[in-house]
């Protein structure tokens, strides 16, 4: 079956410790997104990537890092400079046929989400 | 920039309607509504654009109205599985590169 797979499903950081999540998609789709969800705050973009080896910064980059090396895999970093990682956090991913326009028109596909919290 | 939904929360008996509103201060390309169940992945629901093209479900209804800026989801004689946050994001023009989310609003359906 097609679908986007976030693994793990609950992780625990370490302080001064950087951990990452994994987001893997099987549905030929161009364009990646991770968002951070807290309570009240609705989802909030993280980064983002159209094409593979590029990616830009979304309203909360800071503290995280990203890499697109292959079209279906986008993991994210939660590095030791982000204080406060408690949070769910979402990956999506949608087609995008060509660079300009594909976000508007097209459905977004999430992944069923990383539990991250503090020990 | 994010979009201002309303109401915050609604709840709702089996068979009542409610309206939930999308607010933004900037023209609007395409408006797209997602529901998310406790802990569960945002499910897709309905894309709405500029012009009056629309794809989604059948048994959910929205409208756009660009001059004012605003989508509304309509849910009619609701049911228990109607219960969620639900969410929209806006696409300010047709080149934008990623939606940005309201915060969300809460519907509670019981019997």
């Known amino acids: 079956d097609g679908g986007i797979t976030q693994s793990p499903k609950y992780l625990f950081r370490k302080e001064g410790q950087n951990v990452t999540l994994s987001c893997e998609q099987n549905l030929n789709h161009d364009a990646m997104y991770w968002y951070r969800q807290d309570p009240g705050q609705g989802l909030r973009l993280i980064y983002y990537s159209q094409i593979v080896n590029d990616f830009q910064k979304g309203d909360i980059a800071e503290g995280y890092s990203v890499s697109r090396e292959k079209k279906e895999s986008f993991p994210l970093t939660v590095t030791s400079a982000q204080k406060n990682p408690t949070a769910f956090y979402l990956c999506?991913?949608?087609?995008?046929?060509?660079?300009?326009?594909?976000?508007?028109?097209?459905?977004?596909?999430f992944g069923a989400g990383t539990r991250l919290s503090v020990l | 920039q994010q979009p201002v939904q309303s109401p915050q929360a609604v709840i709702l008996r089996e068979g009542e309607d409610a309206v939930i509103n999308c607010s933004s201060s900037k023209a609007l390309y395409s408006v797209h509504w997602y529901r998310q169940k406790h802990g569960e992945a945002p499910v897709f629901l309905m894309i709405?654009?500029?012009?009056?093209e629309q794809k989604g479900h059948e048994k959910i209804s929205a409208s756009f109205n660009e001059k004012k800026q605003q989508s509304s989801l309509y849910l009619t004689a609701s049911q228990l599985s109607y219960s969620g946050t639900y969410f929209c994001g806006t696409v300010v023009n047709q080149a934008g590169t990623a939606l940005i989310f309201g915060k969300g609003t809460t519907l509670s359906v019981s019997s």
């Open positions: 709405l654009l500029k012009g009056g």
């Open positions: 999506a991913s949608s087609s995008s046929p060509g660079l300009a326009g594909g976000v508007a028109k097209n459905i977004q596909y």
